[in-house]
């Protein structure tokens, strides 16, 4: 058998072990010798647990077990994560993890470790939870020029948002039920503000131009300031407001962002709901394809971290990522031209649509209480300074065009 360690043993990496044993008879047929979870590395014990008599605390008596083979870290956070990973990297063990915080950050440095040590560092489960979406951008779809990425990545926020939409409940009532129900954490920040669906958009940007985009080079807004009477207007003229992660290649460059936009009905986007993930991707010979799924949860996302060690283990020889370490030059935010979405009081209506008569697509539809006006596209920084003082704008978000 093929001896492996589980470092963390949460929601993810108690699913692992439960899907390689539950799943063993499927796995063997991939996997002849089979998977073995020999350790499970955690803070705490775990009496109650089948697997509590694998149970280490020091992460030596994994390195230092020549048997093992293979370490999925389950743990979450930069540190010690990282510092784990690096060693069992450095002696020759491969690597996976459903990680996004330490792949985001420290993609590329894990990569060349695992590479100068002829070992594998795989993360597929660190974006779109048990959809299988970076094998598929990196191996189906590694002849293609891929132009574009778009996808609903945080399944945190497309629930509050669908729950919005269809029962008219607000913000902060969605956000308690989603925290009860356990698909929203206690401290909702990195969710709700964009940084989880910004560094999973960072990651996929990384993985297409084989460069490394910076979490922080990206212009990540959240939900927070997405209102019933957005919603309400949104869906009255024929769009949702979905978060997404989005990364494009135009004239100019690449462009990334993050950020809630309103997407058409007709768009293969709007109908994911609830806790779902979905990533559209545009290849320049496949043309369109949509990878839909659950973005998290037990299960799924363990699901891709065993199909992350069944790669290494059937692999022969180290399975090579390009991510370099080199940065990847982005098109300013500035400079990333979108179609606009204003929500203003009706009686500053004529003061916006004078700013903006040189768009080419202007439309506004009056609502009772205020005005949609929808813009052509223009230049972030020009939009920025048209606006600038304005009073009486009451929301801004971006239309996602097809
Ligand atoms: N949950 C999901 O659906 C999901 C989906 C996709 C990706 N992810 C990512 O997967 C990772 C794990 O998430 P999770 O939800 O499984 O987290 P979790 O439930 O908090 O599990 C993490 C486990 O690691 C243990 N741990 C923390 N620090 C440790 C250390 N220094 N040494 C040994 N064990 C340590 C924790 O112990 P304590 O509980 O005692 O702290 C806990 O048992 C995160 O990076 C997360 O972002 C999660």
């Known amino acids: 058998m093929i001896q492996m360690a589980v470092l963390g043993f949460g929601t993810v990496g108690s699913g692992v072990v439960e899907i390689i044993e539950q799943n063993a008879h499927r796995i063997e047929r991939a996997v002849p010798e089979g998977l073995h979870v020999k350790y499970i590395l955690d803070i705490r014990d775990f009496p109650d647990s089948p697997y509590g008599d694998r ?3 020091d992460l030596d008596i994994i390195l230092n077990d020549p048997e093992v083979r293979l370490v999925c870290e389950t743990m979450g956070g930069k540190e010690p994560a990282r510092t784990f990973t690096q060693k069992a990297l450095e002696r020759g063990i491969s690597v996976c993890t459903s ?10 440095s894990l990569l060349k470790t695992a590479r100068e040590h002829n070992c594998s560092y795989l993360f597929e489960a660190s974006v779109g939870g048990g959809i ?4 598929t951008l990196l191996s189906n779809l590694a002849q293609e020029d891929i132009t574009s990425v778009t996808g609903i990545l945080n399944g945190t926020t497309n629930y509050i948002l669908t729950k919005m939409e269809s029962e008219g409940a607000d913000y902060k009532e969605v956000l308690s039920r989603a925290q009860a129900m356990g ?3 206690r401290n909702p920040a990195a969710d709700v503000e964009g940084h989880d669906a910004g560094r999973k958009i960072a990651i996929l940007s990384s993985l297409i131009t084989g460069k490394n985009v910076g979490y922080e080079e990206i212009h990540v807004e959240g939900i927070t300031g997405v209102t019933m009477d957005d919603i309400k207007a949104a869906d009255e003229l024929g769009y949702g407001i979905k978060l997404l992660g989005r990364c494009c290649v135009t004239e100019e460059g690449l462009e990334v962002i993050t950020a809630p936009f309103c997407v058409k009905k007709s768009h293969p986007l709007y109908p994911v709901r609830d806790v779902f993930n979905a990533v559209l ?4 010979m496949v043309d369109d394809i949509m990878l839909y799924g659950r973005g998290a949860g ?8 065993v199909s992350d060690l069944i790669q290494m283990a059937r692999a022969d020889k180290p399975l090579v990522i390009r991510w370099d370490e080199e940065p990847m030059e982005l098109v300013p935010f500035g400079m990333q031209k979108h179609c606009f979405w204003l929500r203003v009081e009706n009686s500053i209506v004529d003061r916006v649509l004078a700013l903006f008569t040189d768009s080419t697509e202007l439309l506004h539809q009056d609502f009772s209480d205020f005005t949609v006006i929808m813009t052509g596209p223009v230049r972030e920084d020009d939009f920025a300074q048209r606006t600038a003082g304005v009073e009486g704008i009451l929301s801004v978000l971006r239309i996602l065009e097809s």
């Open 298 to 305: 037990k299960l799924p996302t363990g699901s891709a971290v």
């Open 132 to 135: 299988p979406l970076l094998d």
């Open 183 to 185: 698909y929203a954490e």
């Open 281 to 284: 991707v545009h290849g320049n």
């Open 99 to 108: 990680n996004k915080e330490l792949v985001a950050a420290f993609g590329p």
């Open 55 to 57: 149970v280490v605390h």
